[in-house]
C-alpha cells in the first residue's frame, strides 16, 4: 500500500492526545458526613478491573478512529502495474470531430460518443487539475491549459468540422500546450475513429515523458459512397457545345452498391443523369454532357444521395468560359497582314489589338489570349524575355517568321521557349497531308471530316528543328512539321515553319482551318483552371490580375460568409491566401468593389470519406511503446475506473472513512450500554 499525500502521516502524531487525557484523567471522590450508616444499603463493589477494560476499549477505538481518519486523508492506494501519478496533472484530451464521426454507433453518432468520453476522463480527475481540449479546427483557445469546469465547457462546444489531421500532428500540438506550465505528470488522450489515413504514430514521432492514451471509437456500419472527383476531358470547356465532364465515384464499403442517383444541378435546373452501380471498394467514371450556354464564370453541383455519412454527396465545380478571344498582334510596324486583319477583324469572338515591335506595353501583355508575331525580321533580347515570361505564366504565343527572318537571331529567341530552332528558308512546294484531330486545338473542329477538306500548301518553309519537346499540328507530305506546339511552363508556343504572306502560304485563306485554330490557340493553356479546391487543402488560389487599389480590393464571398483574403501579385496573375477562412463547401464569388470577377468551388477533403479504421492488432501494436496505452472505450464506467486505476491506483481512502465511522459507532455503543 502506498499513499498520494504521505506528508497527512505526520498527523499521526496527534493519537498521542487521547492517549495523555486518558492517562492523567483521575476520578476525584467526595467525603460525605453520614449519622448513621447501618441504614444504607449493601452496594455491590464492582471490580477495579472490569472498569479498566471498559476504559482501554473506548481508548483504542478513540485512537482507531482517528488513525482512520489521517489514513483516509492520505490517500492510500494499491499500485497498479505502471507507476502512479502522484500530486497535479496536465491532461490533454483530443476529440475527433472530422466527417468521419458522423457515422454511427449502435447507441448515436461517434463525434457524440466521443463527447461523452471526453467528458468523463476530465471527470476522473481532480478540479485542481489542468485541462486542455481541442479538436481538427486548431482554435488558438485550444492551445491552452484550463481549470476542470471550462474544460467540460469547451467539449459542449466541439462541431463537425471539414479538417482532418493527422494523430502525430494532433500529439504534437498536445505536447506543445502541456509545456505552457510547470506540471510534472503529462498526461494525452485521443479519442478518435482512427482512419487508417491518420493513424501514423510512431516512436520516432511520440515523446516518452508524455503518457499517451488511445481512446478508440467503433462505428457499427462502415459504408460510405462519395463523388470523389469531377472534371472537363477538354483542357478548357467552351460556349454553346456540349462539353464532356467526368465525374468519379467511388464505394469506400465492404458490400457492392446499384441504384446510385447521380443528378447535376446548372442553371438553377436539376436534371437527373442516371444510375450506377459501384463494386465495393471501387469506383466508376460516369460521363456527363454540360451545354455551357453563357459565357464568363459558371457554376453547377452534382450529387448523390447517401446515409449516414453525406458531406462527400455534393461536389460543386466553377468554370469560366471566353466570350472573345483577346488577341495582341505584333509585327515590325504595327500593320498586320491584310488577312490576319480579316480573320481577327472579322468575327466578335476575336478582340484584336495590333501594335509594332517598338510599341508593346509590356506591363498589359498578361491580358492577353493570345500573341501573334507575323513580319518580325528579328527578335531583340527585351522582347524575347518579356514573352518569355508571358507564356510561363500561362499564355500562347503564335509565330510566323518572315522570309525574311534572322534565323540566328529567331533561334536565340525559339531556344529560350523551349522551341525548336529554325534552318535555312527552302522554296520548294509542299503540301500539309496531316491534320492532328487530336490534339486540343484541331479537336471536335471538324464535325464530319472529309476528303474535300482543304488543306494549306507553302511554296517555301523554313524546316523546323527537332529540338525541345515537340507536339506536331500540321504534317507536311514528306513528314515534315509544318505547325509544331511547344510548351513552357503553364503556356504554349506555336510555332509555323513558313511565312504568313499568301505569297507564300495559303493558310489565312483557309478560313475553315486558320480561323478555328486562332481561336483555338486563344482559349487553350497549359495551365488548367481548377474546377474546384479542396476545403484546408488547398489554401492558395490563383485568378487574373486585375487592378485593384488599396480603397478596392479583392473580397471572397459565399455559403461561409465574407471576408478579405491575402492578396500577392505574381506576374499576370493575383494569388488569393485563404488562411483557413472557407470552412464550408459551396461555390464563393470574388469580388471587386460591386462587380463579380470570377467565382471558385470548395468541397470538403475526401480523406474522411475512406471509413477504413486501424484495426485491434495495429492498435495494440501501438503499445508496445513506451508510455503508449490502449483504453476500453465502450463502457463509461469502465473508462474511468481503468482511467482512475492507472493515475492513482487502487485507491482505499473511502475503506478508512467507513471504518473511521466503525470505530466511532464502537464507541458510542460501549459508553451506552456498559455501564461502570
Not at 474544460?151 to 459542449?156: I, P, R
Not at 504534437?172 to 510547470?182: I, K, N, V, Y
Amino acid at each position: 500500500m502506498q499513499f498520494l499525500y504521505p506528508s497527512f502521516l505526520w498527523a499521526l502524531a496527534a493519537l498521542a492526545i487521547p492517549i495523555i487525557i486518558h492517562l492523567f484523567y483521575f476520578r476525584r471522590f467526595k467525603k460525605v458526613a453520614f449519622s448513621n450508616v447501618r441504614f444504607l444499603r449493601e452496594v455491590k463493589e464492582e471490580t477495579s478491573m472490569r472498569s479498566r477494560l471498559r476504559n482501554l476499549l473506548v481508548l483504542l477505538m478513540r485512537c482507531l478512529a482517528l488513525a482512520a481518519l489521517v489514513l483516509a486523508f492520505a490517500q492510500p492506494f494499491l499500485p497498479s502495474e505502471k507507476e502512479v501519478l502522484k500530486g497535479r496533472k496536465a491532461v490533454s484530451v483530443y476529440v475527433d470531430n472530422s466527417f468521419s464521426m458522423e457515422a454511427k454507433s449502435s447507441s448515436a453518432s461517434l463525434r457524440q460518443i466521443a463527447a461523452d468520453r471526453a467528458r468523463d476522463i476530465i471527470n476522473a480527475y481532480g478540479v485542481e487539475d489542468r485541462f486542455q481540449v481541442m479538436d481538427n479546427d486548431f482554435a488558438g483557445r485550444n492551445q491552452r491549459l484550463v481549470g476542470q469546469e471550462e474544460a467540460l465547457q469547451l467539449v459542449d462546444e466541439i462541431e463537425g468540422s471539414p479538417a482532418s489531421r493527422r494523430l502525430s500532428v494532433v500529439n504534437a500540438r498536445q505536447r506543445s500546450a502541456l509545456g505552457t506550465e510547470q506540471i510534472e505528470n503529462r498526461i494525452t488522450y485521443l479519442v478518435s475513429d482512427f482512419q487508417n489515413n491518420i493513424t501514423d504514430l510512431r516512436a520516432d514521432k511520440l515523446d516518452t515523458n508524455y503518457a499517451v492514451n488511445l481512446v478508440p471509437l467503433t462505428a457499427v456500419r462502415e459504408r460510405n459512397v462519395a463523388i470523389d472527383s469531377v472534371w472537363f476531358e477538354a483542357p478548357v470547356p467552351q460556349v454553346n457545345q456540349n462539353n464532356l465532364l467526368l465525374v468519379r465515384v467511388r464505394n469506400y464499403g465492404s458490400e457492392d452498391l446499384d441504384n446510385i442517383r447521380l443528378t447535376m444541378n446548372y442553371n438553377g435546373q436539376n436534371k437527373p443523369e442516371g444510375t450506377l452501380e459501384v463494386a465495393a471498394g471501387s469506383s466508376v467514371i460516369d460521363s456527363v454532357y454540360l451545354n455551357i450556354t453563357r459565357p464568363g464564370v459558371g457554376r453547377a453541383t452534382l450529387a448523390i444521395k447517401d446515409f449516414p455519412v453525406n458531406f462527400d454527396d455534393t461536389y460543386h465545380i466553377t468554370f469560366r468560359t471566353a466570350d472573345k478571344v483577346r488577341v495582341l498582334s505584333i509585327d515590325d510596324d504595327g500593320t498586320p497582314i491584310r488577312n490576319l486583319r480579316a480573320a481577327l477583324g472579322g468575327l466578335s469572338v476575336f478582340a484584336p489589338t495590333y501594335v509594332s515591335s517598338r510599341n508593346i506595353d509590356y506591363g498589359r501583355l498578361g491580358e492577353y489570349d493570345l500573341v501573334v508575331m507575323s513580319e518580325q525580321p528579328s527578335v531583340g533580347s527585351g522582347l524575347a524575355e518579356q514573352l518569355r515570361q508571358y507564356v510561363e505564366g500561362g499564355g500562347n504565343v503564335l509565330v510566323f517568321p518572315p522570309k525574311n527572318a534572322d534565323v540566328n537571331s529567331y533561334g536565340t529567341f525559339l531556344r529560350r521557349l523551349g522551341a525548336g530552332g529554325l534552318q535555312a528558308f527552302e522554296e520548294k512546294t509542299r503540301e500539309v497531308s496531316r491534320l492532328n484531330s487530336q490534339e486540343f486545338v484541331f479537336r471536335d473542329v471538324f464535325r464530319n471530316r472529309s476528303a474535300s477538306l482543304r488543306l494549306p500548301v507553302t511554296q517555301g518553309n523554313f524546316p523546323i528543328g527537332r529540338t525541345g519537346r515537340r507536339e506536331t499540328l500540321l504534317t507536311y507530305r514528306d513528314g515534315s512539321a509544318a505547325l509544331a506546339k511547344y510548351t513552357l511552363g503553364e503556356g504554349n508556343v506555336y510555332l509555323n515553319s513558313s511565312p504568313l504572306d499568301a505569297d507564300v502560304s495559303n493558310l489565312a485563306l483557309n478560313a475553315e482551318v486558320f480561323i478555328p485554330m486562332l481561336y483555338k490557340m486563344g482559349i487553350s493553356s497549359g495551365r488548367r483552371r481548377p474546377v474546384a479546391y479542396s476545403i484546408g487543402k488547398d489554401e492558395v488560389i490563383r485568378t487574373n490580375r486585375r487592378s485593384a487599389s488599396a480603397e478596392l480590393v479583392y473580397k471572397l464571398k459565399g455559403p461561409g460568409g465574407e471576408f478579405i483574403p491575402e492578396q500577392r501579385v505574381v506576374d499576370n496573375s493575383v494569388l488569393i491566401g485563404l488562411g483557413g477562412q472557407v470552412l464550408q463547401a459551396g461555390v464563393y464569388d470574388l469580388t471587386l468593389g460591386d462587380t463579380i470577377v470570377d467565382a471558385f468551388a470548395f468541397n470538403y477533403d475526401r480523406a474522411e470519406s475512406d471509413l477504413s479504421y486501424a484495426d485491434e492488432t495495429t492498435l495494440l501494436a501501438l503499445t508496445d511503446i513506451p508510455n503508449v496505452t490502449l483504453l476500453d472505450a465502450g463502457s463509461q464506467a469502465s473508462l474511468i475506473g481503468d482511467i482512475r486505476e492507472r493515475n492513482e491506483g487502487t485507491p482505499l481512502w473511502r475503506y478508512f472513512i467507513w471504518a473511521a465511522l466503525g470505530f466511532f459507532l464502537v464507541e458510542v455503543l460501549l459508553l451506552r450500554f456498559w455501564k461502570a
